[in-house]
Nanobody, 125 residues
Framework: VQLQASGGGLVQAGESLRLSCAAS????????MGWFRQAPGKEREFVAA????????YNADSVKGRFTISRDNAKNTVYLQMNSLKPEDTAVYYC???????????????????WGQGTLVTVSS
């Protein structure tokens, strides 16, 4: 599966952005999807992940109550709605997919073999 992330940009603190990740291929609905981010000089960190059907989702503690992951299997797309953005949310955001047929949601980036190219989100104070 090939992934293409979009939607990043420059916003002020408190504003919102929605990231999208379009996937190619006919097996999208059998991939657990995740979003990760990497700030300059920091390790890549888990942000959120969603199950095959979208019925289950998990967020990192740092974004709970502010970010929402969702997916539209008919459009082969996963989204990350980001509200109440903070300067510390500034990072390159990556979408990722677990292997086809793997149903367990994972937080470790090593569990995701497929990655998009990343989209930069900058939040000014």
């Amino acid at each position: 599966v090939q992934l293409q992330a979009s939607g990043g940009g420059l916003v002020q603190a408190g504003e919102s952005l929605r990231l999208s990740c379009a996937a190619s291929g006919r097996t999208f609905s059998s991939h657990v999807m995740g979003w990760f981010r990497q700030a300059p000089g920091k390790e890549r960190e888990f942000v959120a992940a969603v199950s095959w059907t979208g019925s289950s989702a998990y967020n990192a503690d740092s974004v709970k109550g502010r970010f929402t992951i969702s997916r539209d299997n008919a459009k082969n797309t996963v989204y990350l709605q980001m509200n109440s953005l903070k300067p510390e949310d500034t990072a390159v955001y990556y979408c990722a997919a677990r292997g086809g047929g793997v149903s367990v949601i994972a937080r470790a980036h090593s569990q995701y073999p497929y990655w998009g190219q990343g989209t930069l989100v900058t939040v000014s104070s």
